[in-house]
T-cell receptor
Framework: DVKVTQSSRYLVKRTGEKVFLECVQD?????MFWYRQDPGLGLRLIYF???????EKGDIPEGYSVSREKKERFSLILESASTNQTSMYLC??????????????FGPGTRLTVL | KQEVTQIPAALSVPEGENLVLNCSFT??????LQWFRQDPGKGLTSLLL?????REQTSGRLNASLDKSSGRSTLYIAASQPGDSATYLC??????????FGPGTRLSVLP
């Protein structure tokens, strides 16, 4: 059974803080993704990675960066958190290098509030 | 750019009813379409994946159909139960893109 875990379910941070969201998958998947989910906007892709040390910008990368030093771990970094980054953050992984023809497995999400 | 819409945004039905959720997409050149379920405050769980060469997929009380030429998919839920209450999202993949998600339909099944 695929398991994707995220380091925190709820997080409260102050404006300007540096924030790390961690995601770990245990199925040796090549592909990993970070989304944010906002009411009425659905899921929007922030960054994705098809391999270790590799990263690609998604639809809304501004204000975010990522790190993938190990295959199983994909970190999302908010360099200087702002209130408009308050959202639900979802991590996902999938097993194919093409990244577009197989299902994605999602973590439980981190609800981040920036005050 | 691919856009995905879902109608209705919310739906409330009595237990036992059959129901249909709709998903539309603007670019018919898709690789696949997938339906997900999301419980409140949780991540997404994959329900059905339809490859572009397929017309439908079934899993238990769920049936998803795909009409690529018209840019539409439907998710049919038979004999709905209160445990089916959740938000249902559809997502498509097209060449050069990852998943593009719709905004979801929030379903409430009343006992």
């Amino acid at each position: 059974d695929v398991k994707v875990t995220q380091s925190s379910r709820y997080l409260v941070k102050r404006t300007g803080e540096k924030v790390f969201l961690e995601c770990v998958q245990d199925m040796d998947h090549e592909n990993m993704f970070w989304y944010r989910q906002d009411p009425g906007l659905g899921l929007r892709l922030i960054y994705f990675s098809y391999d270790v040390k590799m990263k690609e910008k998604g639809d809304i990368p501004e204000g975010y960066s990522v790190s993938r030093e190990k295959k199983e771990r994909f970190s999302l970094i908010l360099e200087s958190a702002s209130t408009n980054q308050t959202s639900m953050y979802l991590c996902a992984s999938s097993p194919q290098t093409s990244g577009s023809t197989d299902t994605q497995y999602f973590g439980p999400g981190t609800r981040l509030t920036v005050l | 750019k691919q856009e995905v819409t879902q109608i209705p945004a919310a739906l409330s039905v009595p237990e036992g009813e059959n129901l249909v959720l709709n998903c539309s997409f603007t670019d018919s050149a898709i690789y696949n379409l997938q339906w997900f379920r999301q419980d409140p405050g949780k991540g997404l769980t994959s329900l059905l994946l339809i490859q572009s060469s397929q017309r439908e997929q079934t899993s238990g009380r769920l049936n998803a159909s795909l009409d690529k030429s018209s840019g539409r998919s439907t998710l049919y839920i038979a004999a709905s139960q209160p445990g089916d209450s959740a938000t249902y999202l559809c997502a498509v993949t097209t060449e050069g893109q990852n998943f593009v998600f719709g905004p979801g339909t929030r379903l409430s099944v009343l006992p």
